[in-house]
């Protein structure tokens, strides 16, 4: 139950709980075309992840409350792994974690994200296997949370690709890269 209150609570603020890190990274910056150059391929593979993910999934996962989804996806990035975005995240952060030179908040950020992350994955998973009950236990079964699979899953829905999808719902994300980015060079060179 404790766990359930925690799941539901970071997933109704996941959206808020990066901002203390940010500001930390901003205020500790000292980035170098060596950090600089780290943390592109981190960033890259992030967001081009999160942006195939939610070309299949749409804005449901902007979604503050759990049931949202029209049903489960289970093509694209999430027949490889079942929390995409949530990887992506991860890989983002460590990419501008990166790109700021402040290594010693990698560990942090790490630990951070999987005590986030960790309950709301839980309520997630109990919401779908309540929903979606077998289809789910399957796709679960064949599919890890966070490390891709080489092989895609067996049963993949027929969910399709959307670029204007993937770009509506990403706007958000992509704004806040930019922007992060801007100001820790302006802090630093301005």
Request: aromatic letters at 16%.
């Amino acid at each position: 139950m404790i766990s359930q209150k925690f799941g539901n609570f970071f997933f109704r603020i996941r959206s808020f709980t990066p901002i203390p890190f940010i500001l930390a990274l901003l205020y500790f910056a000292r980035p170098t075309w060596l950090s600089a150059t780290v943390s592109i391929p981190f960033i890259t593979v992030g967001e081009l992840l999160r942006i195939w993910a939610v070309g299949y999934a749409g804005g449901t996962t902007r979604a503050t409350a759990l049931g949202a989804a029209r049903d489960l996806v289970t093509t694209g990035p999430y027949s490889y792994v079942r929390n995409p975005l949530y990887l992506g995240n991860l890989l983002l952060s460590i990419g501008i974690t990166l790109f700021t030179n402040i290594y010693l908040l990698i560990p942090i950020l790490i630990i951070g994200f999987f005590i986030q992350y960790v309950p709301i994955i839980a309520v997630e998973e109990t919401y779908l296997l309540e929903s979606c009950r077998q289809v789910y236990e399957e796709y679960q079964s064949e599919v890890s949370r966070f490390l891709p699979n080489f092989r895609p899953y067996t049963n993949p829905s027929s969910h399709d690709f959307s670029w204007s999808r993937a770009f509506k719902s990403e706007r958000r994300t992509l704004t806040a890269i930019i922007t992060v980015m801007a100001l820790i060079f302006a802090r630093v060179y301005v």
